[in-house]
């Protein structure tokens, strides 16, 4: 805990001593609209956060990377203007990383964690970004947890050593990770192949199309091979036998010769829609029922071929949410208006301002600004004028034609909230019980293992969460740990 005064008391303060009345909820207008720029404890934090390592990824240290290609299957004119989603014989290029999350750059591919699947689009209009994860939920819905989130998982501060009580302590108090645990705990949790893993966009975005029409959209990556994941047991093995397995079983597979192949789905749901739900549509802790929302077929991304120099290409590889296109807009779920500020905060103080003149995040395009100088800046501009409007350079560069756009209406009091519906464990029932008898012996198994040790206090909160989620989850898990509950 950082206590730069002795005496001072044990209220929540900024770096500067301000006294923090509210730590879990954005400055947003209205309990459900975006997120405010003047929200300064919030740009603190995570501002903070993103410098606390270097030159190590705080997030997703580990990965992997691979070349390849991205083809539509059919136009998607209809709900998006995006020109790289619009011809079926269209191959953009893509760089895609694979990573664990919490785990160091040594740590074993089968830890149990979710898996970062990262995808860059180089297209006509410029990088997008599509950064997701193989799990389709995650364990808060405000990015103001974040930083709160990883320090729970990550080594202590006081003994470098990570911690099972440290971890369910965060998340028995926080009730709106219960479904994420169901997931991260199942043997979804545990894989040995990126080859045979789902990846997900996980947040809730907004295409538009040309006539400015908007929809919510929920992104999907099906891998052409089937999913298929291992066993704690399995996963505990081979962290001591080859703690690489993922990593390798990629890059032999390119470099043998062969692809690997995923289908790119949406769910699609009309704005309008938002309040006829059960669950916030913007909540990433929710997944879209599919029988409601069905998954849409857009396109194949195929990968074929290995990086040449890992350091190069996929240690400065940079993803960031804020990497979008014309057609694609951030909705106002609370935890991706974070992660848009987040991740390029990161990538710029990680690698230096002009991290997008790297080779590897350098888009195929022409790039014109007056955006200049600072630590590599490798393009730099050539003439007199170095601003705009201008009449020097006869207005060049100018502003591009704006296309249709419908207005978005924002109002509402400027307020620290919670989303008024939370349903922080009916999903996660439903996800127990969609599981195999098998599977769910594993998820409760892998919880026990992992409780087994933790202060009875915290096994309480956390079974009194999972048993609002299902009774007999929770009854599963306390029995095991040998609680009468």
């Known amino acids: 805990m950082k206590n730069i005064d002795e005496s001072s008391n044990d209220y929540l303060t900024t770096d500067l001593g301000v006294p923090v009345s509210n730590n879990q909820n954005s400055l947003t207008v209205g309990e459900r609209g975006p997120v405010l720029l003047q929200d300064i404890h919030l740009i603190e934090k995570l501002a903070d956060f993103n410098r606390e390592r270097i030159p190590e990824r705080v997030v997703h240290a580990k990965g992997a990377g691979a070349h390849g290609y991205f083809e539509v299957y059919q136009p998607m004119g209809k709900y998006t203007k995006a020109k790289f989603l619009q011809h079926t014989k269209k191959k953009t290029p893509v760089f895609v990383r694979f990573s664990t999350v919490i785990g160091s750059k040594g740590s074993a591919d089968t830890a149990r964690d979710p898996r970062g699947f990262a995808v860059k689009f180089y297209t006509e209009e410029g990088n997008y970004d599509l950064?997701?994860?193989?799990?389709?939920?995650?364990?808060?819905?405000?990015?103001?947890?974040?930083?709160?989130l990883v320090h729970a998982f990550k080594p202590a501060p006081d003994t470098n050593i990570q911690s099972s009580s440290r971890i369910w302590d965060f998340l028995s108090n926080t009730p709106e990770a219960t479904h994420m645990i169901t997931w991260l705990f199942s043997d979804s949790g545990t894989i040995k192949s990126y080859r045979t893993m789902e990846g997900f966009g996980v947040n809730t975005y907004i295409w538009v199309n040309d006539k400015g029409n908007r929809c919510y959209i929920k992104y999907h990556w099906k891998p052409v091979l089937g999913v298929s994941n291992i066993t704690r047991q399995e996963a505990?093995?081979?962290?001591?036998?080859?703690?690489?397995?993922?990593?390798?079983?990629?890059?032999?597979?390119?470099?043998?010769g062969e692809v690997v192949e995923y289908i790119l789905y949406v769910q699609m749901m009309d704005?309008?829609?938002?309040?006829?739900?059960?669950?916030?549509?913007?909540?990433?802790?929710?997944?879209?029922?599919?029988?409601?929302f069905p998954l849409m077929k857009v396109g194949k991304m195929t990968l074929n071929k290995a990086p040449k120099n890992f350091f190069a290409e996929v240690e400065q590889s940079a993803f960031c949410t804020a990497n979008i296109v014309p057609g694609v807009e951030i909705s106002n779920d609370k935890l991706l208006?974070?992660?848009?500020?987040?991740?390029?905060d990161t990538q710029r103080y990680r690698l230096g301002i002009n991290f997008t003149e790297l080779p590897i995040n350098r888009p195929k395009v022409k790039v014109t600004n007056f955006n200049q100088d600072g630590f590599m800046d490798y393009y730099a501009n050539e003439g007199t004028v170095n601003y705009e409007p201008n009449t020097l350079n006869q207005g060049y560069p100018k502003e591009a034609p704006k296309s249709p756009s419908q207005p978005q209406y924002v109002e509402g009091d400027?307020?620290?909230?919670?989303i008024p519906l939370t349903n922080d464990f009916q999903q996660a029932g439903e996800r127990y019980r969609s599981l195999k008898k098998e599977e769910q012996d594993h998820l409760i198994e892998n919880i026990i293992n992992d409780l087994w040790t933790v202060d009875k206090k915290i096994q309480l909160k956390a079974i009194w969460n999972l048993t609002q989620a299902c009774r007999e989850f929770g009854e599963r898990v306390a029995k095991g740990l040998k609680i009468k509950y």
């Open 131 to 148: 950064v997701g994860n193989n799990i389709p939920v995650f364990f808060i819905r405000d990015a103001m947890k974040f930083p709160d």
């Open 236 to 256: 505990e093995i081979l962290a001591g036998l080859d703690p690489d397995v993922a990593t390798r079983d990629l890059y032999d597979t390119l470099n043998n």
């Open 271 to 292: 704005i309008k829609d938002e309040f006829n739900q059960d669950f916030d549509p913007l909540d990433a802790t929710k997944v879209w029922p599919e029988d409601k």
């Open 337 to 344: 208006q974070g992660r848009v500020f987040a991740y390029k």
């Open 414 to 418: 400027i307020v620290r909230k919670t």
